[in-house]
């Protein structure tokens, strides 16, 4: 199940929470998709500013985020492009506020508690409807 994927060689992600572990847990669950370099931010100005300078092709953006909401930092991406491919992590489990995510240009969202197994085939899931595999 675990692969690198050669068209993500070339390929960025972004990891953005403001927990540590959050971030260094979801590196991990990423690594074996082999992109050639994978981000961190801790609040939400940081992550508009990676975004801006290193254009990654996937971003994981939590939802509560010091500094700048995610949810802001979500608007702010997809009004400078469109097609980004922006996964909201969240604890948020109630579907109204999802569908919100979905509807302002999220690519997908990923329960935080998910099992990793689960983490992966929404990711691997994500990059094949936005074309990037």
């Known amino acids: 199940m675990y692969m ?18 959050v971030r260094q847990y ?9 992109f050639k370099e994978i981000l961190e931010a801790s609040n939400g100005e940081k992550v508009i500013d990676l975004y801006q300078a290193k254009k990654p092709e996937l971003v994981l ?26 996964i909201m992590l969240t604890t ?6 999802v569908e919100s995510f979905l509807e302002l240009g999220a690519a997908n969202y990923i329960l935080k ?3 990793p197994e689960q983490i ?13 595999l």
Request: hydrophobic share 45%; aromatic share 6%; glycine share 6%.
């Open 120 to 132: 992966f085939s929404i990711v691997h899931k994500t990059l094949i409807k936005k074309g990037l």
């Open 26 to 34: 979801m590196s991990v669950i990423l690594k074996p998709f082999g």
């Open 61 to 86: 953006l939590d939802v509560n985020m010091p500094k700048l909401l995610g949810i802001d930092v979500l608007k702010s991406i997809i009004a400078k492009d469109f097609n980004a491919c922006v």
């Open 92 to 97: 948020i489990n109630v579907k109204e506020k």
């Open 4 to 21: 690198e994927y050669p068209q993500l060689k070339e390929c960025t992600v972004l990891i953005a929470d403001d927990e540590t572990h």
């Open 113 to 115: 508690g998910t099992p």
